[in-house]
């Protein structure tokens, strides 16, 4: 007898810093435990890094945020496809780090694997910078960072991107949610 096991969908958030993607990934994870599904949220290596040390990683220690980011994530998925959890959230994806590193430091050692690391999601959402930039301390550095995070994703990592499973969320936290919530529906389907 065939045995099919539950499907994990996993999602990948993308986007420079106040993109709402914390806030997305919340609002997503509230929304579809209250629909009776399990979620597992992977929090942001580098604000946890950040947290720790006071103080935003220097070029050298690049690499580690990123690996702790891959690491985060996959534990997370082997966790989730093991005891039939039903959504990923990772906020953000490895990615990030990796487009960071070249915003910061002009090393682009990272983007090839955090691009492959990128090939294993269901969906890859682009959150675009149409909310209101808000300060949060050494997280932050102001709206042209977020410009600059933003044209650099747009130029070197979206066009190397699976079209099929990358979305755009714009416009207000009820239409980015609603709107993810629709493309989760149908992979859960």
């Not at 990123?66 to 985060?72: A, E, G, L, N, V």
């Amino acid at each position: 007898m065939l045995q099919y096991l539950p499907m994990t969908v996993s999602v990948l958030l993308l986007g420079g810093e106040s993109t709402g993607k914390t806030s997305l990934a919340t609002a997503v994870a509230e929304d579809q435990r209250a629909r009776g599904r399990s979620v597992l949220v992977v929090s942001e290596a580098l604000r946890d890094f950040v947290d720790s040390t006071g103080r935003t990683p220097h070029r050298d220690e690049q690499e580690a945020v990123w690996r702790s980011q891959c690491d985060s994530l996959t534990n997370a998925l082997d966790t989730a496809r093991a005891g039939g959890v039903d959504l990923v959230v990772c906020d953000p994806a490895p990615l990030m780090t990796a487009v960071y590193s070249i915003q910061y430091f002009a090393d682009d050692s990272l983007l090839d694997p955090a691009l492959a690391a990128t090939e294993s999601a269901d969906l890859l959402i682009w959150c675009q910078p149409d909310l209101p930039w808000q300060p949060d301390g050494l997280h932050r550095d102001g709206p042209e960072a977020r410009h600059a995070t933003h044209e650099l994703l747009s130029s070197l990592a979206v066009p190397q991107l699976d079209e099929q499973l990358l979305h755009i969320a714009a416009g207000s936290l009820q239409q980015r949610v609603t709107d993810v919530q629709a493309m989760i529906e149908m992979l859960l389907a």
